[in-house]
């Protein structure tokens, strides 16, 4: 019979430091959203006012899963304690879960639920799941155990995420390319091949990281100022969040830091991680100044060239669907919501007005954005 315990407070957590990866790494969605070191760094800079209730199953004292989640206490339209996935507010963690051994699924999540429905009842309104891979088998479990407890849920589509599918040689890699494409690259590359002092770095050592990650953090930072937005790396917290865990990936041989400059000056950077054959790019950035040169798609054939040659079989671009990524993706894997209400008269009635509430103001937003591309198309 498993045993399922609560985790509320840091101590308890870190005693957890080396099961947790190793768990990890069992799941059948294995990636660095879920790791110890992402999720226990997002808590040191995002955790504030929340509360922590991480869930462990262990069969015979070995630990066969972990529910990562925090109470996240909302106040609009209603206050509501919502139950969410560690990582899943504010710095875009991706492909999130229940952590649960390969094959347990079936018995581990019953546990979880009974935990959550009984132990801790009257702690929270409504859990939240966010951005859970839609063909994951356990998915699939959790909506048939909720079914038969006779749960409410609400499944909504989440992010779509587009990914490269690479082959072993590079070579392989341009014959499957359109003629087109194959044109367009080699005609970037001749751009940079006729300059002098043209540069690709990828960052394997401490040495090299202050520089790249600069670049990276600039860049990006130009690219959105170009657009009349401040960029992500204007918040405090997410710089903070994001240099803490890129040196920290850095030491475990995970991260993905990689710049292209012309005379010294970066023109392109990206950001990501390497886990297993996949890489996980999360950000980008170039100069708006030197667009003519296509240094961002420069970059990114280097990366591509480079993901080839070091035995990276996946290229995901995670969120957000930007034309770049559907042109060079060869498929999509899409993410769900899962929201669902405490099973209390009360809580029920209230879940569904918000529903209808959040429902209408979507579609009257969806109307207003046609009415305005109606407008201002209109001639006259």
């Known amino acids: 019979m498993l045993q399922v315990d609560l985790i509320d407070n840091l101590e308890q957590w870190d005693l957890l430091a080396g099961e947790w990866d190793e768990l990890v790494a069992a799941c ?34 070995r630990l066969v899963g972990v529910a990562p989640l925090f109470i996240d ?3 609009f339209p209603f206050r509501v304690r919502a139950i969410r996935f560690l990582g899943g507010t504010e710095v875009c963690s991706e492909y999130l879960g229940l952590l649960i051994e390969q094959g347990a699924d079936e018995r581990v999540v019953p546990a979880f639920f009974e935990f959550l429905l009984n132990d801790m ?17 356990q998915l699939a479990v959790v909506e048939d155990d909720l079914v038969a407890r006779d749960v409410s849920a609400i499944r909504s589509g989440g992010v779509s995420n587009w990914v490269v599918q690479l082959p072993d040689s590079w070579d392989v890699y341009l014959d499957g390319l359109s003629s087109s494409r194959r044109t367009k690259l080699r005609r970037i590359r001749r ?36 657009a009349g937005q401040p960029g992500c790396f204007a918040d405090p917290r997410f710089d903070a969040f994001h240099t803490e865990v890129a040196r920290d990936y850095l030491n475990r041989g995970m991260l993905v830091l990689a710049s292209l400059r012309l005379d010294g000056n970066a023109l392109a950077a990206c950001y990501g991680f390497r886990q297993g054959d996949t890489v996980y790019e999360y950000q980008r950035g170039h100069d708006p100044d030197h667009l003519r040169l296509r240094p961002g798609h420069a970059l990114h054939f280097h990366m591509l060239e480079w993901a080839v040659a070091h035995g990276i079989s ?67």
């Open 28 to 61: 059948d969605h294995d990636n660095p959203f879920r790791g110890r070191s992402w999720l226990r760094t997002w808590w040191k800079h995002y955790g504030d006012g929340h509360s922590l209730r991480i869930l462990t199953a262990r069969d015979d004292n």
């Open 73 to 75: 206490v909302e106040h």
């Open 121 to 137: 009842g009257r702690e929270w309104d409504v859990i939240r799941w966010t951005d859970i891979p839609a063909d994951s088998r």
């Open 191 to 226: 751009e940079f091949a006729d300059r002098e002092n043209v540069e690709f770095e990828v960052v394997e050592s401490e040495s090299q990281f202050d520089r790249c990650w600069d670049e990276l953090r600039t860049l990006h930072s130009l690219h959105w100022a170009a």
């Open 314 to 380: 996946n290229w995901d671009y995670l969120r957000g669907d930007y034309k770049h990524k559907r042109d060079w993706a060869t498929h999509n894997r899409s993410c769900v919501d899962l929201t669902i209400p405490a099973p209390r008269r009360a809580q029920l009635a209230r879940f569904y007005l918000e529903h209808a509430y959040r429902t209408t103001r979507s579609r009257l937003g969806s109307l207003r954005r046609k009415v305005d591309v109606w407008l201002h198309s209109s001639p006259g």
